[in-house]
């Protein structure tokens, strides 16, 4: 059987693209697929040499706690939209809604070219006033000695 990769995205170095809070991809023919969700995280690659780069631009007006309350690593006064994986290096970080008067953040560079990104809250990822995910590769500044 032939693996689903409808949710992945090919990240590019100067190239910002973006990933709303309320994407389903579907086929003719085929059942829809709520990318973002843990059976279908989505997958961003970067080329091999490059790490991926995520900023969060947060439209939803979630800054203060609502009734969507969850343990998670945002402080306590923010909501978590959610988590990236980097496989690389085995860390999880929190996606986690900004303060009413700041729309970006900046999230989280991979250590790989490599990372899943699960999103949380099926209410939040179908509101109108969502968030977005702006990812984009970014070429690896360390060198090895």
Known sequence: MEEDRS??????????????????NSDSGRQR???GSRSHPWLLEAQTGQQVNISLLDFSGHGRRTQLDTRDDCHPAHVQYGYIVDKTNKNNVSICS????????????????????????????????????AVQGVFNTQTTV
Not at 7 to 24: D, F, K, N, P, Y
């Open 33 to 35: 697929v709520r990318c």
């Open 98 to 133: 900004t303060d009413a008067q700041q729309r970006h953040k900046y999230l989280y560079q991979s250590a790989g070219n490599l990372v899943e990104v699960v999103l949380m809250h099926a209410e939040l990822a179908t509101s109108d006033n969502g968030f977005l995910l």
């Open 7 to 24: 949710c992945m995205v090919r990240v590019t170095a100067g190239l910002r693209q973006h990933i709303r809070s309320s994407s389903e």
